[in-house]
């Protein structure tokens, strides 16, 4: 049963609407969590010894605005009076109807996880919900293959897995954003390729007045003996969440790949910390016990999460400049993703200026973009690919072979942005930060009108220069150099004098800072494959049903005078240039001008900078006819408008390729009969524009 969206709540914030398609729910049986049984045995014999030694904890400190739940308060204006479990409260309450008094006595009456108190219980951990707690407070119904789960404040729920969560009362918090009863239902994705996703329960706006009213709430969801089991689980600021299977057209593609099959399910390290037989194993969910930490934030991490929170509400017009960058493998993604969605629960969007071509947020990788965000980002980057506002393709994960072309795209997009500042801007770096990658840094600093530069790090390495508004004044950039007054002066009416910026600096503590990941998934090339994946994925249809491989998709059919060629990563010769692209993932661009052909096909000799408005994959090219065959889904009439095609570094990833099904004989586009060891049959990497540090300052 669908959960009414669009209710009128009192106290609810103002979201915006749920403009999802149609999601499928087909039930998910305990054999897809994990499909050899020596591992699932293994993670029993692990779950036993656990539930023989529980282990918990106290909550002791105040909550904070953004708080890391495991120093969570245990004080609020309701009054408590007996320890109790999983954060249940005994409360009182003015109203002296029966009905209330029943509702009080009852809840004085209940445990947290569902057992009666006693003067000789002990206080327990109400943090992570994990074991025997979540049999009380989660009840599931096999008819509508849902699960209604209770949570109290500061409790937390890690999982692996994916669902639909909808707060059917109180709140709850995930990633920083707070998703309300009455607002829309929103799309979680936890893959093994990412951290874990946790659920964190909030302290309710207004309190349950009576039984009646928790079980009418539970009535649409759960049978009668479910509600009454659940119900003891339920005090008056109580949370309670509706979770479900979710299925979109992304996530059937991936799982089309063999080796993406165990993409959403636990990876080799957290097996033992599985908790298996619960009431959301089977909607795709894993939970995970306390052994796994989930998201840590550090107390620089939280204080510079509350600052710019402050300032974006409180900044006359709500519209700061933040620049986040660090050197690699030290959370800027993640503390990005946060950052966005905290800002919109204060805010209806937040705009987003990409400058990191190999880990891009929300295109395929060697794109720079501009765009607005208006939805919580829930997921790795792969789970919430769009379509941004302005964008252009550079087509390499790196911009070291052509630093210029790198910076006058990101002028380019700049230029391009709403001059009515409506709403914060977030400026993603890249990882490199040393060289002329830290060059880049001050360039950009520079060139925009930069309010707070956020610079992560971790401990133990020597990374690189903390980016002050001191230290810039004599730091020589790639294209700007001391004294420098305002960067894009080209753009401002008046050279203003040096601006001021905040400086704040954050220090990574989570477990494997500045390391990238070697379990699968985790590798940096594994996550371009997979935002590439999920972009191409849109060509499948919304409705369920089995997946088309690509090679049985109608591609459109392009003459080849009316559209350009290019190449943005190397130089080919001309009589070269199908022979490269034929198979080759192409950016949908627009050149300012008209295409001139004089009876043949037209290339280009740089690459342009210029707008792209997609991405398709040149499948063939038929010369005796002059045609090029794509596949793209991209909308036809934004195609209208596209005049060139541009290739690059970046591939078609290999799975697509080696593992399409249906194919009968040879494979196209492959070959094994090719030896790297023969004279020039590796990749030549050109250079262009780069000085030399010694020519630094000569020009």
């Known amino acids: 049963m669908k959960v009414n969206k669009h209710a009128e709540v009192k106290h609810k914030s103002q979201k915006w609407k749920d403009a999802k398609g149609k999601r499928c729910r087909p039930p998910v049986s305990s054999s897809n969590i994990n499909s050899s049984p020596v591992v699932i045995s293994m993670v029993k014999e692990h779950q036993e010894s656990v539930r023989k030694k529980p282990s918990v904890k106290r909550l002791k400190n105040k909550v904070k605005s953004v708080s890391n739940h495991k120093n969570g308060s245990s004080e609020s204006g309701i009054k408590k009076t007996h320890a109790q479990a999983n954060g249940s409260s005994v409360f009182t309450m003015d109203n002296d109807s029966d009905d209330s008094q029943d509702w009080k006595e009852y809840s004085q009456s209940v445990h947290g996880n569902g057992m009666e108190t006693s003067d000789n219980t002990e206080d327990v951990q109400r943090d992570r919900l994990e074991g025997e707690a979540l049999h009380h407070c989660a009840q599931r119904d096999d008819r509508q293959n849902c699960t209604v789960l209770v949570m109290q404040k500061d409790q937390t729920l890690c999982f692996r897995g994916k669902c639909l969560l909808t707060c059917l009362y109180g709140r709850v918090e995930v990633m920083g954003f707070t998703i309300e009863e009455g607002q829309q239902s929103y799309s979680l994705f936890s893959p093994a390729s990412h951290c874990p996703l946790s659920i964190r329960g909030l302290e309710s706006i207004r309190a349950l007045e009576s039984r009646n009213e928790a079980s009418h709430i539970l009535q649409k969801y759960l049978p009668q003996a479910s509600r009454k089991k659940l119900l003891k689980s339920i005090t008056t600021n109580s ?12 996530t059937r593609f991936l799982s089309s790949f063999p080796d993406l ?11 033992m910390s599985a908790v298996l037989d619960t009431p959301l194993n089977g909607l795709g969910m894993i939970p995970l016990d306390s052994n796994i930490e989930g998201l840590k934030m550090s107390k620089s991490y939280r204080h510079a999460l509350n600052t710019l929170v402050s300032v974006c509400k409180g900044d006359i017009d709500g519209c700061p400049v933040i620049l986040v960058c660090g050197t690699k493998n030290v959370g800027k993604s993640t ?31 060697g794109c720079l973009s501009l765009l607005t965000v208006r939805e919580p980002l829930l997921g790795p980057p792969f789970t919430h690919q769009q379509t941004p506002d302005h964008m252009i393709y550079y087509g390499q994960s790196s911009c070291d ?15 391009r942005r709403s001059q009515t500042r409506e709403a914060p801007i977030i400026i993603n770096t890249m ?4 060289g002329f990658g830290f060059k880049l840094l001050v360039d950009m600093i520079r060139f925009f009108p930069v309010s707070h530069v ?8 020597n990374q690189c220069p903390a980016l002050t508004p001191d230290f810039l004044r004599t730091a020589n ?6 004294p420098t007054q305002t960067a894009l002066d080209e753009f401002t009416e008046s050279h203003s004098p040096p601006r001021i910026y905040s400086h704040i600096s954050i220090q990574a503590e989570f477990q494997g800072v500045g390391s990238q990941g070697t379990a699968k998934h985790q590798r940096s090339n594994e996550q371009r494959d997979l935002s590439l994946l999920a972009y191409l994925s849109q060509l499948q249809c919304p409705d369920p049903g089995p997946v088309r491989p690509l090679h049985s998709l109608t591609p459109y059919q392009v003459p080849h005078t009316a559209i350009a060629l290019g190449v943005t990563h190397g ?3 001309p009589s070269h240039m199908f022979h490269a692209s034929s198979g080759s993932l192409v950016g949908l661009c627009c050149l300012a001008e008209k295409v001139a052909s004089k009876g043949g096909p037209v290339f280009l000799s740089q690459a342009p900078i210029c707008p792209c408005v997609g991405f398709g994959v040149l499948r063939g090219i038929d010369m005796a006819r002059g045609l090029y065959f794509l596949l793209t889904p991209v909308d036809p009439s934004v195609l209208r408008k596209v005049n060139c095609l541009l290739f690059g570094a970046i591939s078609v990833p290999s799975c697509i390729l080696t593992t399409q099904l249906g194919i009968d004989g040879e494979m196209p586009y492959i070959t094994a009969d090719y030896s790297f060891d023969l004279t020039g049959a590796g990749k030549l990497r050109v250079f262009k524009g780069m000085t030399r540090p010694s020519q630094v300052g000569m020009q």
């Open 571 to 573: 130089d080919v010769v």
């Open 335 to 365: 503390f990005i993703r946060v950052l966005i969605n905290t800002l919109l629960n204060y805010t209806a969007s937040v705009e987003y200026l990409e400058g990191d071509l190999g880990q891009t947020e929300f295109t395929p990788a």
């Open 261 to 271: 099959r165990q993409l959403f399910n636990l990876p080799m390290t957290e097996l």
């Open 477 to 482: 950039g790639f294209q700007t150099h001391p």
């Open 401 to 415: 072979s052509d630093l210029d072309r790198y910076v006058e795209s990101l002028k380019s997009l700049w230029c």
């Open 239 to 250: 949370s309670i969440i509706l979770l479900e299977p979710i299925e979109t057209p992304m």
């Open 454 to 461: 956020v610079q992560l790090s971790h401990s133990g390495v």
């Open 431 to 434: 990882g490199w930060v040393k």
